[in-house]
């Protein structure tokens, strides 16, 4: 769809369309960043031959999840954005014809590294970063050790398909960043993540988990009558060094639609490509059906940007 | 349960339970109010019979949902609160030594009307008000003519079994409004409300209408680590005048854990109690496992009282 579009019209009086297609690429990471590199490159070509206008790339896509362990030596993984992977993603992307969305471990000063996700035109052009706003830290899921909070705020960003925003992993609890992107007029929410089980916690709260992150992330989507798009990795991943018994991602890849429909869904132990239309239209009749937008109190709001609310007087 | 923490100590120095059950009355409305008083009150009292501490009634209990048209005599129905409605309860609730959440259509000042919920606490005394904060208008819901938006805000109640909160029907899909209420503390929210399907919209639209109203929720309680219970009504109610053929209310009333498991579900069709037990243990755990309060931007969320951040520049 997106290579399509090149034929009609040059790009500087493109207009953006009224329907096009996402490519979530679910995967799993090998030990060898050059090696996941080079399996997104195939995997923008593949997802864009299928149709994708957008294709989008898991959480930290480069690595296996580092952050079952802390280790300074890690930040080795960390590169500047602009840098190496924005610079290969953006040929990809141009050769595509499609837009990217690409997590990194971004590199900004020496001991300042950020959570990111770049955004590539389809034509190659790095359009902005959002750096993950809300950082987790959990046993296994050590982020607080690698990743400064962002300092970006909350994004849209215009792209080739219109206005898009993404999130990342962690973000995806908060319906504040969910409300605050959609209200700068994202028509999709992306979020790239990259969660799992704990082995043994698996089949006692494996199923409750993996509904609630689902049921969170669908509520967005209704909550702001937008599209909503979750991109996990998959596979098992035991890092030398990590205390636990590793983490097995749980993959479930999901676009829902602007009622918080799931229109697409990927398994939870496999790599595969999701794809979904995104509709305009829908977008609006959506709006126009259950109108919420239209109701919001935004003069009793402004607690929100409390810690809490209930301290003993 | 309620009745049996009396024997133990005098009001003046009892705690808060650390575990107690809620009951959610899902009933259908007759043409008569004062009918219908008279079922809500039998209803408490036998929900407290079989364990209930607090117990819910539905949106604007003691009607039928009259707003499926415009009708200015229609005002008439209002009341006082305090009034005939918290009189009777509040005996109720006396009697039951039960909490009784009792949703109303209240008169403040001639031609100043809200969509309301009085808590009473299980003395029997008025504990305050909640005024429905955003007040829905599409067809057969024609609210924005007979409610005044709420004034009060998004509030906590202290009451026998703790800290409570109460919101109505369309609150429900504003996270804002939910989050607002859990930071006040308190630990369970509910959502009286009046929602239905459009008979020749049930079999197009049905499942996903009743499968957003549940996600949007369940989202609420694992957003916020605390109770959610949703409490409808039953039954097709197609009033004199109105110009549709009615509203079939789906019940499906429900309480949600911390985690947003559905633990208790009232059928569509049928007049039923739902029960469940409200465990601040839990709560705890919950917030615990996955830390979601503790990580929330609140420097960043101003862009919340704001109507729409995507205007064109």
Redesign the interface.
Known sequence: MGSALVLFSPMTDRSPPKKYTIGLVQMAMSGDPAVNLEKAIVKVAEAAAAGAALVCLPELFRSQYFAQREDAALFDLAEPVPGPSTEALGRAAQRAGAVVIAPLFERRAPGLYHNSAAVIDADGRLIGVYRK????D?PAYYEKFYFT?GDL??R?FDTRVG?IGTLVC?DQ?????A??TA????NVLFYPTAIGWHPAEKDSHGK?QL??WR??Q??HA??NGCYVAAVNRVGRERPQGAATDGLEFWGSSFIADP???VVAEAPTDRETIVFGEVDLARIEEVRR?????R????????????????DAS
Do not use: N
């Open positions: 706003m809300h950082i987790p959990d909070p705020g909350f849209a206005r962690w609890w908060y319906p504040e960043g409300r605050l209200l700068q007029g994202a409750e509904d609630a049921t969170i669908r509520s209704i909550a009622f918080g429909s059906g259950w109108p919420f937008l109701d919001r109190r935004i003069d009793a709001y402004g607690g929100i940007v409390s810690r809490y609310l209930g």
